[in-house]
């Protein structure tokens, strides 16, 4: 039908008049029982398939994905972006029944919802149109600001082999700069057709990422047609979605050359430079006063660098993120700061009111530039320096330029220690922009050795295979980091309740945890340390006269990380890491460590090893065991090179990986024996 | 100049003092009177504590309902902050929050106040096409501190024929003081019944009643204990309008199971329209079926093949029992169980067979009690179909003054027709008919209504892999779980389930195939799965190697005993038979079997043998528990049990390779 349209389109209305009284009612004759109501004809293929065409697992196949984004309102007044949807299903399966039993289609303040319309074609083709009463709407969610709604319905006596359609237009009351549009959804597609159409006042630029489709261009518009299209990929430990996955990006600029890499990068330097006006502002009086005051006595530069960083992460509070300082009603209320002066005044800051702040401290302290820069985020994307728009370098930091170095930092970003970035802005591209010129450079990688996971237990084994005994788990680098800002709203039951039930309850149910105490959970400077008691009963089990458990009890019982057997996508861990494991184990007495019965061969990988390695002690009747295992992300890097440059894989070989971490997986679940003497 | 500094300045200070009043909030004096409310015991162990929980309501005729509803809460420790949170539910039209007010107040006597402007509405039930259930939150969970006092009041007006009301006075924290306050119209009365283990005192003076009890310890939630329902002190209230009111407004009011069940009728039977296209369908679902019981498992199929789907409209008058007319459910096939159940009942009314309504409960909380007749109590509704057959299923049941009934649950898609789903089973229900005055006891599931008959063979090979077949004959409702479980997984995503289900003792394992059968007759469901696990059997050095020979689905949870228990256990019935044979390598002997467990409980059997036929190793198990409610007194030995099986289960078989020759 969607042929049939244009085709009335650009032929009827050329009729002569008096034509119109014969091709009329011939014309509506001509319409099936499929094309009534404006719907386009089924191909046959669709009623024909019985089974999934593009992934034989699937429960419901998108036959059809249109959507047509138009950007046309006025550039003056009444902007507005015009979305249609158009979708077109077939359902395989039960479990498909289930998963489509309601549709939702959602939406908020700002947008209106018009031209809904659904129906269902049964296998044996009868088609079943809903009727204006089948539509439910209601209020999802509502403040005074804002209010969110939904329109509901069901599709009548829907099962497998049938094919559902529905459509509708969502007018969104005000502009937007840039979109992001995935390509992939929860269930494959068919054929997928996108239209955008840009608003024509301003220069733009569209582009398709990770997809070899070509873009057609017809008068201002941009058509993408694309077959065949997978379901979102899940699966641990994936690379960047926007690495691999097919989406699509359309910006605006001012001015057309804008959008030329070259000189969009320039852009992005002159915005840049624009903020640093704002934020950065060393010749503020407060800023100069604060500055004299901070670093009265410092020997050098660099002590007032790090007593400006002192001052930003522990003088100012940080309102980006979690603070028992103010309460949400006082956050609320905070005045917004509009400049360095404003920060130190207040005492309080965003994430970019600190990083300013100490930019600014750090220029009065004689560096030889201080500025707020972009950097990439690698947990989100890849830098590519042709994939021009705002989802690159989508993160801030401070440069500071150190003589010939720069030196980069982030204090406005909580529980950072001094000179470190957030894990996915290492080994990143920046952006820092002064008056005249703007800078590329690099973040620096960071090494397995700074982020560790240092578990040691004392503990005793009795007779009946229980084991009691007390826990100590140290963190530093990245592995305290990201437990620092999880646990920075917990209280110490909630922390208990979480290591628990994560560290412990899918292993060893039976482990009972208590008395748990945290240190260095705020300071940034110290390790984190949890200590607390362990019990778990029936640890070991008996065979005979003998006692059989995992001395690794930190490992014991772990899933496989990976589970597939092969998959597509590349691994990408966020950091490198060292987990270094000491376990000591009282055993009962009349019980003797079974000679043989362990062995200590390690595992050495290209990313992944592990060293192990068990000690009886005889007199004190003690049991050592002791594991070190480092996972080295820069071989990852090195891969994820390789991958990029020669074989376009987005990441390392999944299998290679796999195997790696399989093998580890193996040798934590070996048992040991004790025998009755 | 100076004489405008000192203007600017005097302004300056009038603008200070006057926000610094503005500032120095007045609580209601309800409030004040809770902040200065004497410590209860057990408070000192307690997050947080109810200082004052007040609900005053007043009937005003004609259907119109006006109440006040206060709470104050003292949170005393981080922990408790979610008690910081208001969570108020109202439905539509007929039921509307005004005036809604709260205060924070900070242990410096700092006080800050909220309005409904702080507050934001949510859709309730947000799984339903459509429901006019929603909630109004006020969340300063972030805000508090210890020692802060959260508090709100809120007025609320409601239009509903119903005159019953279920109030709660205890909870999971310390409550120092809760009220219960009713005003009624002249000549109206009320029937009044406190429940729980504390006291209720009630007062009256002339149309008013004021129920309170104070210093009310909380209710631990421990695992698998009673409905709370059942549990915590409370208070079941019948309001009785007079006759004239009554008549004149169309008051709803409930003295017995009957009236309750002429109510349930009613609304139900009021969809039930025989159309052409009803009758039709009928004709041809039943289309050669040459019995009453063919006729009704025709249907009940059918019935089965509805969507579910909610859409909750009118509650407030009722709306919850009312179904979509059977004609409307039939032509779109989706509805929730009240519509299904209407469809089910004309379609079987079509073909001459009668049936009726039953209202169940089913969830966490299934408590009903005989003595407070009222539909507030259900929330899920089924069909009992009238059975002159003879044939007999485990769903049909005898009721009395109706005869013989098959109950059956149209929302249930993998329970066959016959059988009484496990989610009602040993519940009460009421069966919506007008002979009806009493709740019916539907049976207790049995070990056997609830059994895994599972059969192992595999072979080990030298360096400690599995290979062979796993077959699980399920029974009953595992066998519905199954059947479910297969109907609605992809094959990719049953064999994950599978592998995740085999090696979480066997470290890693891998589906070759899996086989199914379902005999729905029996409600029987076999899978047959070929497996292998390449590190099944862990090396204990170059001679040795030990393997776990309970590897599927042991019990490997005990409840908890670190502290004392406070309420009953319930003990649920299933049963598992276990015979695994493993074949072993050459040259290697068993070096010691599994130690034999023979346990005899109240709440359940257990048994574990071991022993060597040539070259195989067979282990038969059997676990049986019973339903049983076992009481504090006996918690250690429900505890001792299930230590001993847990152990039991964890034993280990060790194999010694043979090097003699």
Redesign the interface.
Known sequence: MRCARSFFGRHLKRLPWILWVVVLPSALDASTEFTKGGWDEVPEEEFLAESPKVDPDAHIEFLYRGLEVSDTGGITSSFQTIYKYHYRLKVFTEAGVEELDKIDIPYETGWRLRGLKARIIFPDRTVVRLEREDFYKRELFEDGRFKGYVQSFSFPGLRPGCIVEYRWTAVRQYWIPSLYLPMLTDWPTWDYYLRVSPQRFLASRIAAFNCRYKWEKKGGDFHLHVKNLPASYEGPFLVPRKDFEPWVHMGYATELEDLDPDKYWGYRGGTLEDINDDYVRPRQGAVKKLAKTLFEGAKDREEMLHRAYDYCVSQIINISGYTDFYSEQEIEDLKQNRSPADVIKRGYGTRSDINGLFASLASVAGFEKAYLGQVENRSDHTFNYDQVGFFCLSDWLVAVLDGTTWRFFDPGSTFLPFETLNPENTNGRVIVADEKYYYWRKTNPVEAKSSNAIRKATLQLSEEGDLQGEVVVSFTGYEALWRRRLFAEMTNQEIEDYLRDEDWANRCPRAVISALEVQGKEDPNQKLELRYSLEIPAYAEFAGDRLIFNPSVFEKGSAPVFKREDRAIGVRFEYPFREYDDVSIGIPEGYSLETGSFSDVGFAGSVLNQNRKVEFDETARTLRFLRLMVLDTEAFERMVDVGARTLRLPGPPYREVKVQFDEVNRLDAQDLSLVRE | MKQFTRLFLFILALLAASSSLAGREKLPPWLEEARSSAPMAGEAEADAVILWDSIERTYAGRQRVEAREQRAVLIK???GRDWAIANIGFVGRDDQVRSFKAW?VYPSGRI?TFTH?D?????AE??S????A?QMVLD?S????PGTIFAYEFERKEKTPFLQDLRVFQSRIPVRDSRFVLELPRGWSVRSEAVGPCSVVEEQEGTRWVWKSSNLPAIKVEPNQPSPLSLLTGLRLSVEPTGKDRDRDDYICFQSWNDVARFAAGAQDSALTLTDAMVAKARTLTDGARSETERIRAIAQYAQ?V???A?SMDLNQGGGFKPRKAEEVL????GDCKDMVALTRALLKAVGIESVAVFATVGDDTFVPHDWPSPKLFNHCIVAINMTDPATFPGVVEVPRLGRMLIFDPTQKDVPVGELPGSLAGGRVLVADESVDALLELPAARPEDNTVIREVHVSLDQEGGLVGTIRDEAVGAPADYLRGLV???????LL?FV??WI?LRT??AKVVKIDTQDIPGANRYVWTIEVSAP?FA???????M?F?PVFLSPL???PPS?EPRTTDYIVRAWKVEESLWFSLPPRWSV?????TQDLEASFAQYSLAGEQLDSQVVVRRRFESRNDVIPPARYDELLEGY?RI??AD?????LRADRGD
Do not use: C
């Open positions: 420790a981080r922990d924070l800050e402007r507050a934001f509405t949510v859709a947000m799984e096409l459509y429901s006019e929603k300063r972030g805000s508090v501190r093949t969507n579910y789907l859409t032509e779109k096939h989706w109907r609605t997984s992809s094959r990719e995503d994950e592998r995740d090696q470290h890693t590190n862990r090396p204990l050095g170059d001679a040795l030990a776990r490997e949870w005990v670190k070096e010691n079997l599994p130690e230590e847990n152990r964890k034993s280990q078989i060790v």
